[in-house]
């Protein structure tokens, strides 16, 4: 089981990156995904969340209007599209994939891709 994440890096206040986030290893069809952040010194949060057929969103207060979570399941991949970043939206950003049946949860974290935004 992997879960890879890719498209962070450092960007100005205002501008926008496109997080990925490749899963590997299980049905991935079958499983909610999210997007979590952990900022120096403080907790991880959820920023974003979506459902298995990607019908159902949610969203942070502080990144509603501003980010956009979508899935492609052909392409086994989650994405978590940033605009109008702000230096606050500074942190590790970690996928995660959840999926629960009768008897079992499967929870699967990414490695983290590190977003930083700074002038």
């Known amino acids: 089981v992997q879960l890879v994440e890719s498209g962070g890096g450092l960007v100005q206040p205002g501008g926008s990156l496109r997080l990925s986030c490749r899963a590997s290893?299980?049905?991935?069809?079958?499983?909610?995904m999210s997007w979590y952040r952990q900022a120096p010194g403080k907790e991880r949060e959820l920023v974003a969340a979506i459902t298995s057929g990607g019908g159902n969103t949610f969203y942070a207060d502080s990144v509603k209007g501003r980010f956009t979570i979508s899935r492609d399941n052909a392409k086994n991949t989650v994405y978590l599209q940033m605009n109008s970043l702000k230096p606050e939206d500074t942190a590790v950003y970690y996928c995660?994939?959840?999926?629960?049946?009768?008897?079992?949860?499967?929870?699967?974290w990414g490695q983290g891709t590190q977003v930083t935004v700074s002038s």
């Open positions: 290893g299980f049905t991935f069809s079958s499983y909610a």
């Open positions: 995660r994939g959840e999926h629960s049946d009768y008897d079992h949860e499967y929870d699967y």
